[in-house]
């Protein structure tokens, strides 16, 4: 998430909501001038640049999210994204009475809350300039999902503003995209990372230097490697298994911990979440609390409570897959640098730190047989994507690995 934190050897001054977007200097500008064009429009203008739907597109990591919450921080300001005023802090904190945040929990958005969001987002704005939805992930709506929501975006409320964030413009259903303004944001390189980490995050050069070139441009991926050491120690791991695929037996083990690895990180994740969205629905439904009608309402939150165990359900899912994602990537990095090696490319290294094995497999197998092991691990992903059960799609992975 965004923050406000001044920086070393800062006072403040002039610090605003755009200023952490590592990377995006042209999707800045773009959202800037359209900051202007909606100082504009609230002032009785035209707020030429200024529009009611807007899309943000960009490779994993690439910060749509974060830019988009940027904008929205900027559009509530009346100083057009200070940073430092309450309304900023709170639309970058996720609680501005006017800003409905919106994250599908599961694999998938259905079309009675995608109704209901467009039921919300059509009232007036309570205090603030605009009535924002902000929709992350909104490719994972349904097709019946899609449709409703076009209606909304085709014909949007006064002072509705709607911020799409999906990986691409394709995406998204065409008369959707057609109707909103892109915002495309790159994949920031290795430098830009190195210098977000050591100056905001305030990592030292060395540890950021190894996590911003991990990060395959990702700033999310990045930070974590930077600052969790279990983060790298999973990694660590995952790298290491191509140097230890001996035989048969050994891809059946480094399945087995490939699988544990994706499970220890996803509980890692959801467990304490989990368990404080718990206690907090049962303390609104007065849990603990004594005197006339609260056994009833504690009686009814069992209802509320099944659903939200179900929503919990959901998402533990979607960071499953994604924490497979994650592993396998890595181990696609892996062998994307054996093959640089192998074709004497002279590019920059991910995973340059396994060097002694990058060498040792890159003489013992062919630029070939090298594809065909980054085919496996595409496969993979593919397969439990596909709801492939993940031990059996990683064993078949691993033993394509050791075949070459």
């Known amino acids: 998430m965004l923050g406000t934190k001044v920086r070393p050897g800062q006072s403040g001054v002039g610090v605003t909501v755009f200023d952490d977007l590592v990377g995006q200097q042209v999707a800045t500008g773009q959202l800037r001038r359209a900051v202007t064009g909606a100082a504009d429009l609230v002032a009785g203008g035209r707020g030429t640049g200024m529009t009611h739907a807007w899309l943000f597109t960009g490779p994993p990591g690439s910060g749509r999210e974060e830019a988009a919450r940027a904008f929205a921080a900027a559009l509530q300001c009346t100083e057009g994204g200070c940073g430092h005023c309450d309304s900023c802090h709170q639309t970058l904190a996720g609680t501005h009475p006017d800003v409905l945040y919106v994250r599908p929990s599961g694999l998938s958005f259905g079309v009675a809350a995608t109704r209901d969001l467009v039921l919300r987002a059509g009232s007036k704005p309570s205090g603030g300039r605009f009535r924002i939805v902000l929709f992350e992930d909104a490719d994972r709506a349904t097709e019946a999902a899609s449709n409703a929501l076009l209606k909304a975006v085709e014909e949007p409320s006064t002072r509705t503003v709607w911020l799409l964030c999906t990986p691409t413009p ?130 009814g939150a069992a209802g509320a409570l099944k659903e939200l165990e179900e929503r919990q359900k959901r998402r533990a899912t979607r960071i499953k897959r994604d924490t497979y994602d994650r592993a396998l990537l890595d181990l696609a990095a892996f062998y994307r640098d054996v093959l640089t090696l192998q074709l004497g490319a002279d590019v920059e290294r991910s995973t340059e730190e396994r060097s002694g094995d990058l060498q040792r497999i890159a003489r013992a197998s062919t630029p070939e047989s090298t594809l065909r092991r980054i085919d496996a691990i595409m496969a993979c ?24």
């Open 170 to 299: 394709e995406d998204m259903l065409v008369t959707i995209r057609s109707r909103c303004r892109l915002v495309s944001l790159a994949a920031p390189g290795t430098d830009e990372l190195l210098d977000a980490l050591v100056r905001r995050d305030g990592v030292d050069v060395d540890t950021a230097r190894v996590a911003a070139r991990a990060s395959a441009g990702r700033i999310d991926r990045a930070r974590q490697l930077a600052t969790d050491p279990e983060a790298r120690r999973r990694r660590e791991e995952v790298l290491s298994i191509p140097a230890r695929l001996q035989g048969l037996g050994a891809c059946v083990a480094a399945a087995t911990r490939l699988h544990q690895i994706a499970e220890e990180e996803s509980k890692a994740l959801t467990g304490a979440l989990d368990e404080q969205e718990k206690d907090e629905l049962k303390a609104a439904f007065g849990e603990g609390s004594t005197g006339k009608g609260v056994a009833k309402a504690v009686r």
């Open 381 to 404: 992903r593919e397969r439990i994507a596909a709801n492939v059960h993940p031990q059996i799609a990683l064993e078949a992975m691993t033993s394509a690995l050791l075949s070459g």
